[in-house]
């Protein structure tokens, strides 16, 4: 089967899995947004160091299950602009993901653990070179080229999941420790 063809067959049965990873997304973009608005008034403030460190990342990690699963169902008319698109996202997500890193350590309200850095750096990075290496190989190797590419959609997406639970923790459990301890 020609490459062109085998794409747009394998891509079209894929339709669902990247219904259902964009549209998830883009929901949590969106609750995202309305819990940082929900714990805005919280007493403990969060800086915009730490937020930009640990909060927007979570919002870009989201956004970018979003872009490859829309990548992913454009009607391209070959291979070549759809591994260009994918591509772009895996390097530009790599690029983020070094600023995200140097927004870590440079941000003081929170000393980042371990667990941290496998979350918000090791395994973004990774995805993101994954899903660029992937788009480089897309035409030479297309069915391993579309799984690789939607294990780093829903990669994206379970990062993003875990991060944003991961900051709401923190901040709700960083504000009941606070209130324990005043005696206003």
Known sequence: MHPVNEFASARSAWESFYVIV???GGALIGLQFVVMTLIADKRHRTTADTLSAF???TVVHLAGALLVSAIMSAPWPSLFPASVALGMCGLGGLAYGTVGIRRARRQTTYTPVWQDWVWYALLPCSVYAAL???AAFLRTNTQSGLFVIAAAALGLLLIGIHN???TVTH???SNSLGDQTRTD
């Open 22 to 24: 964009g549209s998830s």
């Open 55 to 57: 909060g927007t990342p």
């Open 132 to 134: 660029a290496l992937s």
């Open 164 to 166: 944003a639970w991961d």
């Open 171 to 173: 901040i709700v459990v």
